[in-house]
Structure formats: structure tokens, C-alpha cells
Nanobody
Framework: QVQLVESGGGSVQPGGSLRLSCAAT????????MRWYRQAPGKQRELVAA???????NYADSVKGRFTISRDNAKSTVNLQMNSLKPEDTAVYYC?????????WGQGTQVTVSS
């Protein structure tokens, strides 16, 4: 079992920055990939960024160059640095962790970008 807790959401003006963190507890040794997803009202959940245990990353086209995902394996945390935020980045952001048996989700953290 893996438990995920996100933090760092909030409200920011367009062009601003936020840093999301996700702390994993439990059987963290079994995690091989961690991801951030987001879901805006009325839209499907979408992948934002992913990072493997080896540090390989990939990003949605809409956030490339603005968001950076990083991982601290020793602390079992994954972070998402979000810069140059746009109103369309407004969503609930969810942390996801994959193990060989199943995936796990955090409870989500709200990010609102508005002037």
C-alpha cells in the first residue's frame, strides 16, 4: 500500500508560480513512476508530467517549458514547479504513483490562476 498526500496548491495571478509537492508513505520502495495529473471542471483528467525512478521525464505539450517535475527518491516525494501560469492551468492537480501491482492517487490539490 502507498499513501500520497499533495500540498502546495492555491490561487495565483497569471504569470505567477506555484510549487506542488506529493509525499508518499508506505511501500514506497515499489514505486517506479510518479505522475501529476489535473482535472478542470467539465473536462477529463489529463496527464501533466511524469518521472520514472531513474529520472526520465515527460510533459504534456501544454506545459512544456513552464512546468518542471522532480523527484527525491530518498524522501519519497515528487514536486511540480509551475511557472508562467495561465488561467487554463486552473484545475485540481492529482499525484499518482505506479507500482507493479497497482496505481495510487492522492486526494488532489486545487490550483486557481485568475486575475
Amino acid at each position: 500500500q502507498v499513501q500520497l498526500v499533495e500540498s502546495g496548491g492555491g490561487s495565483v495571478q497569471p504569470g505567477g508560480s506555484l510549487r506542488l509537492s506529493c509525499a508518499a508513505t508506505g511501500s514506497t520502495f515499489s514505486i517506479y513512476a510518479m505522475r501529476w495529473y489535473r482535472q478542470a471542471p467539465g473536462k477529463q483528467r489529463e496527464l501533466v508530467a511524469a518521472i520514472t525512478s531513474g529520472g526520465s521525464t515527460n510533459y504534456a505539450d501544454s506545459v512544456k517549458g513552464r512546468f518542471t517535475i522532480s523527484r527525491d527518491n530518498a524522501k519519497s516525494t515528487v514536486n511540480l514547479q509551475m511557472n508562467s501560469l495561465k488561467p487554463e492551468d486552473t484545475a485540481v492537480y492529482y499525484c499518482n504513483a505506479d507500482t507493479p501491482l497497482e496505481g495510487y492517487w492522492g486526494q488532489g490539490t486545487q490550483v486557481t490562476v485568475s486575475s
